[in-house]
């Protein structure tokens, strides 16, 4: 059974950093893209990155864009989302979800497994 | 602001027929495949409908999907208590806003 479990979230000041992590398990973690999909407080979805397979491919949401990285451990079947310079407008559930592509594709290209989420919130 | 235009809202009685739109542009919804996402109340996401009209194996027939030029929809026939929650549709987007993008989210309540 496909199982992602984010960690790392927390509260913390604005401007400051935060790593949040993914741990998958269940499947071949290296056969897929993964990406970062954040839901703020009674708010809809909102994408925020995801990465190829080899982690050759990343992309980024306009919004997130130079502040946060995305990367991936398929030796340890993890995906890790760093953030800096946050504000209160990155306050949100934080999920990680599996594509069924392997690369950051349009083509076919869905999130068919989602974690539970990670809560980050960003306040002084 | 949501890329992808839903109403906030909708409802239905046991049994009934619902629709859900899903509006954007041809730089998503005019060039891409739109996906849906069902909520259901303090849960994660779930993917139900996919490549405009694919439904996922486990996803009941009541839920279909369509799309016409830069406009999709999702349909609930057999409307039951446990289809109250929250529907996204999701793009890909060709421009400078993407590279994924939602709608806003409607609620369904089932009266």
């Known amino acids: 059974e496909v199982h992602l479990v984010e960690s790392g979230g927390d509260l913390v000041l604005p401007g400051r950093s935060l790593r949040l992590s993914c741990a998958a398990s269940?499947?071949?973690?290296?056969?897929?893209?993964m990406h970062w999909v954040r839901q703020a407080p009674g708010r809809g979805l909102q994408y925020v990155s995801g990465?190829?397979?080899?982690?050759?491919?990343?992309v980024y949401a306009e919004y997130v864009k130079g502040r946060f990285t995305t990367s991936r451990d398929n030796a340890k079947n993890s995906l890790i989302l760093q953030m800096s310079s946050l504000t209160s407008e990155d306050t949100a559930l934080y999920y990680c979800?599996?594509?069924?592509?392997?690369?950051?594709?349009?083509?076919?290209?869905?999130?068919?497994?989602w974690g539970q989420g990670t809560l980050v919130t960003v306040s002084s | 602001q949501s890329v992808l235009t839903q109403p906030p809202s909708a409802s239905g009685t046991p049994g009934q027929r619902v629709t859900i739109s899903c509006s954007g542009s041809?730089?998503?919804?005019?060039?891409?495949?739109v996906n849906w996402y069902q909520q259901l109340p303090g849960t994660a996401p779930k993917l139900l409908i996919y490549?405009?009209?694919q439904r996922p194996s486990g996803v009941p027939d009541r839920f279909s999907g369509s799309k016409s030029g830069t406009s999709a929809s999702l349909a609930i026939s057999g409307l039951q208590s446990e289809d109250e929650a929250d529907y996204y549709c999701?793009?890909?987007?060709?421009?400078?806003?993407?590279?994924?993008?939602f709608g806003g989210g409607t609620k369904l309540t089932v009266l």
């Open positions: 979800a599996r594509d069924v592509a392997a690369t950051v594709t349009r083509v076919a290209s869905r999130f068919d497994h």
């Open positions: 269940g499947f071949i973690f290296g056969d897929y893209a």
């Open positions: 990465v190829s397979w080899n982690g050759a491919e990343i």
């Open positions: 041809t730089s998503n919804i005019g060039s891409n495949t």
């Open positions: 490549s405009d009209n």
């Open positions: 999701a793009a890909w987007d060709d421009s400078l806003i993407g590279p994924w993008v």
